[in-house]
C-alpha cells in the first residue's frame, strides 16, 4: 500500500474542507484512503520554520509522493529535501519565477502542481476594496514577511495604489502576537480600509484575524473565500478546494505511474468574488449595487 506525506503549513482544525477536496481528487483516481493508499500527515500550524525537518521525516519514511500543500514553504521545503521522491504542490506565487519548476508546461524530473496566482491579484482586489470605500486615501496593507506568497503581492498593490492615488501603509506580521500588535497599530492608524495579503498564516489564523480587523470600522478585502466564510465583510481569489482537488487527481496519476515533468503545472480559470452582508449591516457599510451584481457568492 503506497504512503502518501501530506505536508501542510496549515492545521488540521481549519483545513478540513479542504483535506476532504484533495481526498475526492484521489478517489476520481481510484485511491481511497485505508483501502489501496495510507496517507502521513504532518501539519505545521502556519510555524513555517518546522516545514523543513517535517519534510525530512516524510523523505525518511520513504513515502510515494509528497503532496506539499498550504503555500510556497511546504513545496520549498519539500524540493529541498528530495529531488527523487515525486512533489505535488499548491502555491500561491507564480512557481517558474522563484525556481520551483523551470516551467508551466514541463515543470520538472519530480516537481507538479497547481499556483493560485494571487500576486496578480493585487490590483484587482484595491480596486474592489476601492468600490467599497470610493473616498479612500489611505489603505493598510497586512503582510507576512517571511512567507514566498504574499511578497510578490505588495509590488503589485503598490503599483495599482500609485495608479488610484491612494497612499498604502504597510503592516507586518509573522506570528500570533505580531498579528495582535500589527492589528491594534492599524486601528490607532485609522486607515480607510484593510487590505490583507495572501499568505497560508493569516489562513490558519481567520477567525482571530477577523475579530481584530473588526476594530478598524472599515472595510477589509480578504483574498480567499474562507475569510469571508469566517465572518469577513469581502474576499477575492481563486477557489482553494479545487486546487486541493486537483492536487489528489495529480497525486493518484503519480501513483500509477505518470511522471511529474509530464502533468503541466495548473492554474485557475476562475477567480471569485464573495461578499458577507452580514458583516456589511454590523459594520454599518451599504455594498454598491454594482459590487453586488457580480459577486460570486452574497452571504446573507
Keep these: 500500500m503506497p504512503v502518501i506525506g501530506f505536508l501542510s503549513s496549515r492545521s488540521p482544525r481549519e483545513s478540513r474542507s479542504v483535506e476532504a477536496a484533495f481526498r475526492d481528487g ?7 484512503e485505508g483501502q489501496n ?15 523543513p525537518a517535517l519534510a525530512g521525516e516524510l523523505v525518511r519514511q520513504q513515502v510515494a509522493v509528497i ?10 521545503a519539500a524540493k529541498a529535501a528530495t529531488a527523487i521522491i515525486p512533489i505535488v504542490f499548491v502555491v500561491g506565487f507564480d512557481p517558474v519565477v522563484v ?13 507538479t502542481g497547481m499556483t493560485l496566482m494571487s500576486p496578480l491579484l493585487g490590483q484587482k482586489r484595491l480596486e474592489l476594496l476601492r468600490e467599497l470605500a470610493p473616498k479612500a486615501a489611505v489603505v493598510a496593507v497586512l503582510v507576512n514577511p517571511l ?38 497599530a492599524i486601528s490607532d492608524l485609522r486607515p480607510d480600509a484593510l487590505l490583507v495579503v495572501s499568505d497560508p498564516f493569516f489562513l490558519v489564523r481567520r477567525e482571530e484575524l477577523i475579530v481584530l480587523a473588526g476594530r478598524i470600522k472599515g472595510p477589509v478585502m480578504y483574498p480567499f473565500r474562507e475569510f469571508a466564510e469566517a465572518g469577513g465583510l469581502v474576499s477575492y481569489g481563486a477557489n482553494i478546494p479545487n486546487a486541493y482537488r486537483q492536487a489528489g487527481i495529480y497525486t493518484g496519476r503519480i501513483l500509477r505511474g505518470a511522471k511529474p515533468t509530464d502533468l503541466p503545472i495548473m ?25 453586488l451584481a457580480i459577486a460570486d457568492e452574497v452571504i446573507e
Design 26 to 32: 484521489l478517489k476520481e483516481s481510484g485511491y481511497v
Design 37 to 51: 493508499t495510507h496517507i502521513a500527515f504532518r501539519w505545521a500550524d502556519g510555524q513555517f520554520d518546522q516545514l
Design 67 to 76: 503532496v506539499a500543500i498550504g503555500g510556497g514553504s511546504a513545496a520549498l
Design 99 to 111: 525556481g520551483l519548476v523551470p516551467s508551466f508546461n514541463r515543470p520538472g524530473d519530480n516537481v
Design 147 to 184: 512567507s514566498p506568497d504574499g511578497i510578490p503581492e505588495i509590488g503589485d498593490v503598490e503599483a495599482a495604489a500609485q495608479a488610484l492615488g491612494i497612499g498604502i501603509k504597510t503592516f507586518n506580521a509573522s506570528t500570533s502576537s505580531e498579528l495582535y500588535t500589527a492589528l491594534i
Design 267 to 291: 492554474q485557475p480559470t476562475k477567480f471569485e468574488l464573495v461578499l458577507n452582508l452580514k458583516t456589511a449591516k454590523a459594520l454599518g457599510l451599504n455594498i454598491p449595487p454594482t459590487l
